[in-house]
């Protein structure tokens, strides 16, 4: 298991900077698990635990209030009364390209409908490169592919709209009947994958099967 741990220390080295708040949310068949965190041992732990337990395990992408880790502090707690919502963000980080295999709600990709996935990022990210835009985070989501491009914005309504048309015009250019780009994630308190941590939507079926994400690239400068 210290090859899950090291992919979980990698997410959150990349993700979150030094000395930021960041909320871990699992959901299980039956309940919802959150906590508030404010170092890497306290989160890859958590994190792995709740993994061992057969969570799906997300983070917060964007600084939040540091006045949230008092709700939970480097630890979990069960069906929270309070999970981050967008007012809790204090500044835009990331901006999460998160690439959809078109596919019945609630199962698993098949590994050609994650393939497909995986060739329109490449290609979004071709795209996107060849318009001057930095080299992002790749992360593998288990059941798709995410691109993570690092930006420094304020949490207010332009912002939200500014990240709202980008995700829009990239479903408008890229969208087809086998990969959507997911224009929903575009909200402050958006959550993503804790790359290490298994995928297990549906149950685990020959074609379909549970799979563990995985961070694949990481730039050696992460530029805004």
Known sequence: MSGVKDQIRQTYDALVESGDVTEIRAFGDKQTVSGYFDNGDDFVAAAHRMDLRGYEVYVT????????????????KERP???????DVLRRQWLLLD???VRPSGVSSTEAEKEAAELRAREVREYLRGRG???P???????????????DLPNDQESTDLVKNVLQALAFRFDDEKVKVDTSVYNAA??????????????DVPGRPHRRSELLKVPTEVNV
């Open 61 to 76: 992408l964007n600084r939040v209030d540091p006045a949230l880790f008092a709700r939970a502090a480097n630890r979990t």
């Open 81 to 87: 009364k309070n999970t981050t919502s967008d007012r």
């Open 99 to 101: 690439f959809d295999c």
């Open 133 to 135: 835009w930095p080299d």
């Open 137 to 151: 985070v790749v992360g593998d989501s288990g059941n798709g592919y995410h691109l993570l491009y690092r930006i």
């Open 190 to 203: 958006r959550i993503s994958k804790v790359y290490g941590t298994m995928a297990r939507k549906g149950d």
